[in-house]
């Protein structure tokens, strides 16, 4: 899960004021931030491979014996949940905007090709080349992932603007109303 930090010690009073006049309010806060995220949301999709970055990854994996037509890599799905104040950072900062990729026919591919290497190397001669052979595809730069986090870190900036515009367009909204 990619999170956006947001320092906004008002935010929650905001949003529980915002609540309190009325429930469409804050849907419609919710759904005003999820379309201007639209467009980095897609950005994150399109960076991601829809194929298998490794060929042996094309092919319908087993479990229990019995053979399974899925195969372990597929498209991805990128999702906003706006929960403000429920996360909290390492920072004490609370998480306004949580963007989520998940691959679409539920197979692990994605997540082992885009967190392999984040913690360890490899432990056994497999698993380094097969680190390896994914860095030749596209190598990961810090801890976070290879495509969905690389995207997000290169769009993070307009992540937070287009909270930061939802935000003061509501604001604005609750000063008329006398909040």
């Known amino acids: 899960m990619i999170h956006a930090e947001f320092d906004k010690a008002d935010l929650r009073r905001a949003l529980k004021a915002l609540g309190e006049v009325d429930k469409k309010l804050l849907t419609a806060l919710r759904k005003d931030i999820r379309g201007e995220l639209r467009g980095v949301m897609s950005q994150i999709e399109s960076d991601v491979p829809t194929v298998a970055p490794l060929s042996n990854m094309n092919k319908p994996y087993g479990l229990g014996g019995g053979w399974y037509p899925q195969k372990a890599y597929g498209p991805v799905r990128v999702s906003a949940a706006i929960t403000p104040g429920i996360y909290r950072t390492f920072s004490g900062k609370s998480n306004l905007v949580s963007i989520q990729v998940t691959q679409i026919d539920r197979a692990a591919g994605f997540k082992i090709t885009e967190n392999a290497g984040t913690k360890s190397k490899g432990g056994s001669p497999q ?21 969905a986090w690389a995207s997000y870190v290169k769009n993070v900036r307009q992540v937070k603007k287009a909270a930061e515009r939802v935000i003061d367009k509501f604001a604005k909204v609750l000063d008329s109303e006398g909040f």
Do not use: P
């Open 127 to 147: 698993g380094i080349a097969f680190i390896r052979n994914l860095d030749r595809k596209k190598r990961m730069r810090g801890n976070g992932g290879r495509w």
